[in-house]
Every structure is written in C-alpha cells, then in structure tokens.
C-alpha cells in the first residue's frame, strides 16, 4: 500500500529553527508537497520538489531524496504565526496525491 | 480575487437527509476535487473532476456523488447522510491533474456534523 509518514506533533522556541520530516513509500513518484494548515482553516502551498536536493524559499525550506523516499521542511527563525500543521503530499505514478496526517507545530515564546 | 469558495460553512444534518455542498473556483482551473479531513487522518479524495463534463471515484467514493457541468462549478451530494459522514469537507482546484507541478487550492472547507 502507499504511505506517508510525519511526526504527529513538534515543538520549537521563537527564533530557533526546526526540520519536520516526512517518510514515503508510493506507486511511483512526480512531486512532493509541503502545504501548510491553520486551525479551521484550509491548507495553502508552501513548497513543490521532484528533483533531490534542496529548494529554498524565505525562511522555509524542503529537500528530497528520492533514492530515500525522504522528504523535511525546514523552518528558520520560527515565529509565532508558524504555530500550525504541516502536510506532506506525494504525487504517484497516476498523478493521484498521497497525503500524510500532517505535523502539528506549537512554538513556544 | 475570491478563489474557491465553498457553502455552506458548517451545517448540522439529520441521518437520512440529503445534502449539496456547493464549491465555485473563478480561476479558469481544469481540475477539481473533493476531500474529506479527518482527525488523525490524512486527506481523503472522495471524488474528482479531470476537467468540466469528467468526473472520478477517489478513495472514499461512497455515499456520495459528483457533477461537473461547467468549469467553475463542482457540487458534492450526500444522498442519505450517516454519521460516519460527520467530517470536514475541502473543495479544492488545480491547473491540470497530470502535470506534476501543479499545486491544488483549497476552499475554506465546510464543517459537516451528521445527527
């Protein structure tokens, strides 16, 4: 069957910086996902990878390794709007998306 | 710009009942699809539309159906609600379902509570 997996829940400190992962096995692969998802509200894209190495947007980044199945989110100078769940998605051979259950993130001050 | 909108925002419905959620995208996107969120689950595709007049069963098709007679619209029934419907419901939209940078956009979700 195919699968995704993240941590359920993390926490980090305003300011420091945290690395959520997510793990995968699919039927064939064209892209992963990072979306992001605030409490009652709907998931908004943060980050789309399909070659391995590192793609860097702002203070979010996400890497890939394919050979892997291995996926992170790498969140820098965390602040208290970051407070919400992180959803990794995985496109398969048939272009369908596999999603995780989503990391819940709480930042401390 | 409005994006998805979706209605209604919550609704609480009667075992037995039947029910559209309703879902209208203005930016011109081929695909659409229906998810359901869970807690502790991931999202589930109830159902999709590959572009207007197609529609496909997604992993959770059951007790509910699909039309896509236009681009921009892509109501989803539930012909006889049950509790296990009780969920929260995303309508979301992409440029195309076959090309793989093509991220979806999501409606702010409907809030369904099955009696």
């Given at each position: 069957g195919q699968n995704i997996d993240q941590p359920t829940e993390m926490t980090a400190t305003e300011g420091a910086i945290v690395q959520i992962n997510c793990t995968y096995q699919t039927s064939g692969f064209n892209g992963l996902f990072w979306y992001q998802q605030h409490a009652g509200e709907a998931p908004t894209f943060l980050s789309y990878n399909v070659l391995d190495g590192l793609e860097e947007k702002g203070r979010f980044s996400s890497f890939l390794s394919r050979s892997k199945g291995y996926s992170y989110l790498l969140l820098k100078e965390?602040?208290?709007?970051?407070s919400a769940s992180y959803l990794c998605a995985v496109r398969d051979s048939n272009y369908q998306l596999i999603w995780g259950a989503g990391t819940k993130l709480i930042i401390k001050p | 710009t409005a994006g998805i909108t979706q209605a209604p925002t919550s609704q609480i419905l009667a075992a037995g009942r039947s029910m559209t959620l309703r879902c209208t995208q203005d930016m011109r996107h081929n695909a659409m699809y229906w998810y359901r969120q869970d807690l502790g689950l991931g999202l589930r595709l109830i159902h999709y539309s590959n572009t207007a007049g197609t529609t496909g069963k997604g992993e959770v098709p059951d007790g509910y159906s699909v039309s896509r007679a236009n681009t921009d619209d892509f109501p989803l029934t539930l012909a006889s609600a049950v509790p296990s419907q009780t969920s929260v419901y995303f309508c979301a939209s992409s440029d195309s379902m076959g090309s793989g940078n093509s991220p979806l956009h999501f409606g702010n979700g409907t809030r369904l509570t099955v009696t």
């Amino acid at each position: 069957g195919q699968n995704i997996d993240q941590p359920t829940e993390m926490t980090a400190t305003e300011g420091a910086i945290v690395q959520i992962n997510c793990t995968y096995q699919t039927s064939g692969f064209n892209g992963l996902f990072w979306y992001q998802q605030h409490a009652g509200e709907a998931p908004t894209f943060l980050s789309y990878n399909v070659l391995d190495g590192l793609e860097e947007k702002g203070r979010f980044s996400s890497f890939l390794s394919r050979s892997k199945g291995y996926s992170y989110l790498l969140l820098k100078e965390l602040q208290m709007k970051d407070s919400a769940s992180y959803l990794c998605a995985v496109r398969d051979s048939n272009y369908q998306l596999i999603w995780g259950a989503g990391t819940k993130l709480i930042i401390k001050p | 710009t409005a994006g998805i909108t979706q209605a209604p925002t919550s609704q609480i419905l009667a075992a037995g009942r039947s029910m559209t959620l309703r879902c209208t995208q203005d930016m011109r996107h081929n695909a659409m699809y229906w998810y359901r969120q869970d807690l502790g689950l991931g999202l589930r595709l109830i159902h999709y539309s590959n572009t207007a007049g197609t529609t496909g069963k997604g992993e959770v098709p059951d007790g509910y159906s699909v039309s896509r007679a236009n681009t921009d619209d892509f109501p989803l029934t539930l012909a006889s609600a049950v509790p296990s419907q009780t969920s929260v419901y995303f309508c979301a939209s992409s440029d195309s379902m076959g090309s793989g940078n093509s991220p979806l956009h999501f409606g702010n979700g409907t809030r369904l509570t099955v009696t």
